[in-house]
């Protein structure tokens, strides 16, 4: 039984990872919503990391992880502090792993729209994007913004 409750953890985990801030994925709140689009031209491109989440969750399974291994360790006293030691071990192990497995590789973008306003959008790098390159801006009424060819 305890395996399947490591596995269903480790599932868990891995798909929280799969959040995205691409330009081309909207959520459901966005879906049937006015959205604002301008018209621009991009000025400068720059990579960058877009930080990993850090929910909680890979903590608490990485301390749930390590605690169970911790506590197959010694007996008695060794036992409950090997049971400590692997749940803290497991924990910092844990937020490490989900924030590792959901950082992503991003572009700033800097736009100059043809109101003259000028602008930067960080998101997903999931399209190629070169300065001088026409692009629409759609922002919805929450503030996301993005970029789009």
Known sequence: MKKYGLLLVCCVVALAGCASQSGDIYSRSQAQRQLSVYYGTILVVDTVTIEGSQSGLGTVSG?????IAGNTIGGGHGRALATAVGAIGGALIGTAVEEGSTRKNGVELTVELDSGEVIAVVQEADDFYA????????RGPSGVTRVRQ
Do not use: A, N, P, W
Request: charged share 25%; proline share 0%; glycine share 30%.
């Open 131 to 138: 300065v001088g390159d026409r692009v629409r801006i759609i």
């Open 63 to 67: 301390g749930v992880i390590g605690g």
